[in-house]
C-alpha cells in the first residue's frame, strides 16, 4: 500500500458542524471553542460562514466570532461565502481565506441556494475574482459528489463538469463531498479515476460524511489514490439543513487516529483534541458520536469511579 508521508487536516468543525445544530451555541462558547482548536496543532479551521442569518441562524454570529478570535501564527482562518454580500462582510473581518459552493446535482443545488448550477456560476466567478483582487486564497466545495438526496446517484462526469468551471475561476484546491455519507470505496475510486485523468491530486481535498459509517474506509482508498487533505469536524458534529438524514462529518480525532496510527504525519495533537471535544460537548448538551470520544468518556468515568474507591 502506498501511503502518503504527511496528511493535512484541516476543521471544519465550527462551520459545518454547528450549522445543523438547533440549539444557539453563544458567541463566546464558539470563541472559546476556536481558542482550544488553536492549541491542537491545526494548520486551518473554518470558523463560520457569511450566509444570510436567516438561513443558518448557528451562524448569525460569523463577524463577531471572526473578530473576537486569538488568531494563531501558521493558521488559516477560512469562512464560507455564498455571494458578493457575504464576500464584503469577511473582508470586514480579516478572513484569511474563502470558501465558495458548487453542488454537483441540481437538486441539491437548488435547495441549498435556489438556483440552477448554470445561474451559480457567474456569481461564484464575481466572488472568486473580487476575493482575489483582495489577495485572499479561494477554495471550492463540491457537495453531493456521489449522490443526492433529491436526485439520487451523481455520476463523476458531472462532477467533472462542476470540477472544470471552479479550476477556471482559479480556486486553489477543490472540497469533494459526499454530502450525505452514502459513499463506499469501489464509488469514491470510480469519482477520482475520472478526476485524476484531467487534474492532479493537489486540487482535490475529499470531505466525508459518516452516515452510513463507511468514512475513514473511503479516506483510506482517497489515500491510495494520492489525496493528501481531508475536512474533518471535531466529535464527528455535522450534517447539512438541506440534506435530510445527512449525519456528521467523519470526526477529526478519528481521522487523526486513523493517521497516526499508519505512521502519516498529520501534526495534531490528540489530546488535546479531546480536551477541545468534550469542551464542546458540554455546551452542545449532548455526547458527540465519535469512537474517541466513547474511549476518553468511559476512561474519564473510569478514574472517576476509581478515585472514589481510593
Known sequence: MKLPAKVTIKEVGPRDGLQNEPNFIETKDKVDWINLLNQTGLSYIEVSSFVHPKWIPQLADSEQVLKSIRRKPGVTYAALVPNIRGL????????????????????????????????????LKEVVDEAKKANLKVRGYVPTVIACPYDGPVEPEQVLKVVDRLAEMG????????????????????????????????????????????????VLKSLEMGITAFDSSLGGLGGCPYAKGASGNVSTEDLNYLLTGMNIDTGLNPQALIEAAFFIEEKLGKKLPSKQMVIARNERSANIDNARTV
Open 171 to 218: 480556486v486553489y484546491e477543490i472540497s469533494l463531498g459526499d454530502t450525505i455519507g452514502v459513499g463506499v470505496p469501489t464509488q469514491v475510486e470510480r469519482l477520482l479515476e475520472t478526476l485524476l485523468k484531467h487534474f492532479p491530486p493537489r486540487l482535490f481535498a475529499m470531505h466525508f460524511h459518516d452516515t452510513r459509517g463507511t468514512a475513514l474506509a473511503n
Open 88 to 123: 464584503e462582510r469577511a473582508l470586514n473581518c480579516q478572513v484569511d481565506e474563502i470558501s465558495v459552493f458548487m453542488s454537483a446535482s441540481e437538486g441539491h443545488n437548488q435547495k441549498n441556494i435556489n438556483k440552477t448550477i448554470d445561474e451559480t456560476f457567474p456569481v
